[in-house]
């Protein structure tokens, strides 16, 4: 008897052949390209805030930068003969915090090269997605400090940069000192706190407005798509540092609020650290990795040369993710730590 | 507050055939019965072909005290051959093909228990499940008279995994609200086989139907309760379900009699009650048919070894073109290639896929280190790191991260945005490791030889 006969009692006969995969044969819902969609989501607002405070240039930079990544990884794919994954929108999630990470008033160029530093040389050399082992934007952005004065002319807050141009002449950008500049200088800065927090300050694209950063954060922790260790240690552990320690004489609480508004500490705490790739995965491992980046980024701030320690701290701890792992794994079910079971 | 654990997934839930009352299946033209549907040493037949059974009537034992159990004639006829085949697991055994002659001739040595039960001894007990063929009919297939025998003076608890916390599956759902009394006659008989005092019957809360019912029968008992435990998966794993009742951890290597309890699936009290009571062995259990490829998905009680095509043909056949068949849940089932795959003891659903359903649009199966299966792992592991290193053969690491700690219970695969199998990267290592304690243990064994 034939496999057709034998089903002749169904309506719709069955295949010859059936697949056999491995259980679970059931998947939730939940892809790479959906939380890197939430990501791409929770960080529009402030990108709309860099637009409105430094000019539609900031749109431009934004655009190059995300189109660079998404360039450079179907290449370098290609060239590695790789299956192109760009539909996954990590690359887009890397070139859109590159830009938040850059001035407005950077070259074209510069974003060119720093998506092809952190898709090709930090991300795809290294397995593509996932098995980077420092964040791609962070490590591009300090490869970018290579021209540091591109990298260190900001324009003042509201000034808006409306041109388009690749490089911008002297006349369309005036210099500003960042809120972090002034701390490094021992004063608290001009600005009230509550332009601080809203975003009127000058910085780079993304990092000026913590209060729609923040909002973003909250909207990746309902949405599950991070937890609230990394940020909160990381915060909290700044926050103590500045509070118990601060850098020049004058009132404790002020400072430690301008630490906290000023410079990149909430988009970092919260978008950069918080990466799947660099970041621990054990609830402990997150909290030790969010102290160690604060106390690295207080370090850094307080005694560097660099007026900003968070993109340098977050690389640091990026490297002892592995450990931290290892060192805060989770007691087994009904065995002992360290696969020390019976 | 209903009990739970920590860890586990919420899968979508998939009951549609909670409200199918279970329809007996029409006695099929054949069974093909295998020897070695349980845990331990397959069964020996002890019919010849042409060979005139009757239902009930043992085809197949083992010498007493072997870790097994008897098999039975599920339908009354000719024995048309014994041979080899190919089980749904991937592994050959011994199978006893009968003709049925429609007769429906009981066989003559099934009669009910004449004792009361109040004077039935704990080895009668043993010995009657034995001789009825009883296993874990939850999946597991462990001979039941053995999990009896090894929890005697250990235990103070028997729970009655009455989760059913895999997708789609309802044979249990509707064995407890169809025969409950059957169900709580059995946990009487374990209660007086074991001495306990306490016996729980754990339900999952989406069953509210079940529980209702089931409470108003034991309101009278001072020994059996019902236990509503949290709709989540894998609620019904044997180790979750003693910690959430108990708070008990089992641990790594043991089993739950090792902290005083010992749990049975719904359906295996049933089929002890029914081996008192009739005197008829383990020759039929429900199944439930389901699946977005069959047409009218239903609760069945169907004679052990009928083929699936049968169950499938009187679902009303098929709506789609169904990839995938799936023996058991779709969870932790195993997946089929055949439609002559039979029916066994612990064969609790028969699923049909289609190739679209349940799967993942992944770009690419990349661990992205997301962190969820850690967050899910019931077992609290580390799934994606054992998976990393299963891939890249570093085994001792492997087993080091826990790795035979794994109850392969699939929250990992589930919930992977990466759409990684890490579950089944987890049985590679945890086989590698089985080999290599095996190859190791052999050379020791050796050493003291010498």
Not at chain 2, 134 to 150: E, L, Q
Not at chain 2, 198 to 219: M, S
Request: glycine residues 10%; charged residues 20%; hydrophobic residues 45%.
């Amino acid at each position: 008897m034939d496999k057709q006969e034998k089903n002749r009692g169904a309506s719709k006969t069955m295949p010859e052949l059936l697949k056999v995969a491995p259980s679970p044969h059931i998947k939730g819902a939940d892809t790479t390209s959906a939380l890197m969609l939430d990501v791409l989501i929770a960080l529009t607002p402030a990108l709309v805030w860099g637009v409105f405070t430094f000019g539609i240039r900031a749109l431009l930079v934004t655009g190059v930068s995300i189109a660079a990544c998404v360039v450079w990884e179907i290449l370098a794919e290609l060239l590695m003969h790789r299956r192109v994954t760009v539909s996954d929108l990590s690359a887009a999630v890397t070139g859109l915090l590159l830009a938040f990470n850059l001035p407005v008033t950077i070259p074209l160029w510069m974003p060119v090269v720093g998506a092809f530093f952190a898709i090709v040389i930090v991300k795809q050399l290294f397995g593509g997605i996932g098995k980077n082992f420092v964040n791609p934007a962070l490590a591009a952005r300090v490869f970018l400090f290579s021209w540091a004065s591109e990298m260190g002319t900001f324009p003042a807050a509201g000034e808006k940069i409306s041109s388009l141009a690749v490089t911008l002449s002297e006349t369309d950008a005036v210099a500003a000192a960042t809120p972090l500049a002034s701390l490094k200088a021992g004063s608290l800065p001009d600005e009230n706190l509550f332009a601080m927090i809203v975003g009127n300050m000058s910085g780079t694209i993304g990092e000026v407005s913590a209060l729609l950063l923040i909002a973003g954060g909250v909207y990746l922790l309902l949405r599950r798509v991070i937890t609230w260790h990394i940020p909160v240690a990381y915060i909290g552990t700044v926050a103590a540092l500045t509070l118990v320690f601060p850098r020049a004489p004058g009132p404790h609480l002020n400072f430690m609020l301008y630490e906290i508004f000023a410079g990149g500490l909430i988009l970092g705490s919260v978008f950069m650290a918080t990466d799947y790739a660099t970041a621990p995965v054990t609830p402990g491992g997150k909290l030790l990795y969010g102290i160690g980046c604060g106390g690295i980024t207080v370090l850094i701030r307080y005694f560097g040369s660099y007026p900003e320690g968070v993109s340098f701290s977050i690389l640091i701890m990026n490297m002892l993710v592995w450990y931290l792992d290892r060192a805060t794994m989770p007691r087994p079910f009904g065995g002992k730590l360290n696969g020390k079971q019976t | 507050m209903a009990y739970t654990f920590s860890g586990g997934i919420h899968v979508e839930e998939f009951k549609n055939t909670k409200k199918c009352r279970i329809e007996a299946l029409p006695p099929p033209s054949s069974v093909s019965i295998s020897l070695a549907q349980h845990i331990g040493a397959p069964a020996e037949a002890c019919v010849s072909v042409g060979d005139t059974v009757g239902i009930g009537q043992k085809i197949g034992d083992l010498p007493e005290g072997m870790l097994g159990c008897p098999v039975h004639a599920s339908v009354s006829g000719r024995v048309k051959s014994i041979t080899k085949k190919v089980q749904s697991s991937g592994a050959a055994a011994e199978c006893v093909e009968i003709e049925n002659d429609f007769l429906d001739t009981v066989w003559q040595d099934v009669r009910p228990m004449e004792k009361k039960l109040a004077d039935v001894t704990t080895d009668e007990i043993v010995s009657v499940v034995r001789e009825a063929g009883i296993v874990g009919m939850g999946g597991a297939a462990f001979p039941t008279w053995a999990k009896i025998k090894s929890a005697i003076g250990k235990v103070d608890r028997i729970i009655v995994n009455g989760a059913e916390c895999e997708p789609f599956i309802t044979a249990n759902h509707r064995l407890m609200l169809e025969r409950p009394a059957s169900l709580i006659n059995g946990v009487k008989i374990l209660l007086k086989a074991l001495g306990v005092r306490t016996a729980y019957i754990a339900v999952e809360d989406n069953k509210p139907d079940v529980i209702e019912k089931l409470e108003e029968l034991v309101a009278q008992s001072s020994m059996i309760s019902v236990r509503v435990v949290k709709t989540k998966y894998p609620q019904g794993d044997e180790r979750q379900l003693v910690y959430a009742l108990t708070g008990r951890e089992i641990p790594a290597g043991k089993l739950p009699a090792d902290v005083g309890c010992v749990v049975f699936n719904a359906e295996t009290c049933a089929a002890i009650y029914r081996a008192f009571a009739d005197g008829m062995p383990c020759v039929s259990r429900i199944v439930t048919v389901d699946g977005d490829c069959v047409r009218h998905p239903k609760n069945l009680l169907v004679p052990i070894g009928t083929s699936v095509r049968e169950l499938i043909e009187f679902c009303g056949g098929l709506t789609r073109e169904p990839s995938r068949l799936i023996n058991g849940g779709p969870m932790m089932g195993t997946a089929q290639w055949d439609t002559e795959m039979p029916v066994t003891k612990s064969t609790s659903a028969v699923l049909l896929f289609s190739d679209r359903f349940g799967r993942k649009n992944a770009a690419s199966a990349s661990c992205i280190r997301c962190g969820r299966c850690i967050a899910n792992c019931p077992m609290r592991l580390m799934p994606m790191y054992i998976a990393q290193f299963s891939k890249i053969g570093d085994m001792k690491r492997a087993e080091e991260y826990g790795a035979m700690s794994c109850v392969e219970c699939g929250s990992c695969s589930y919930n992977c945005p990466g759409g990684v199998e890490i579950v089944q990267y987890i049985r590679v290592a945890k086989a590698a490791i089985k080999t290599e304690r095996a190859r190791a243990a052999a050379d020791a064994a050796k050493r003291e030889d010498r």
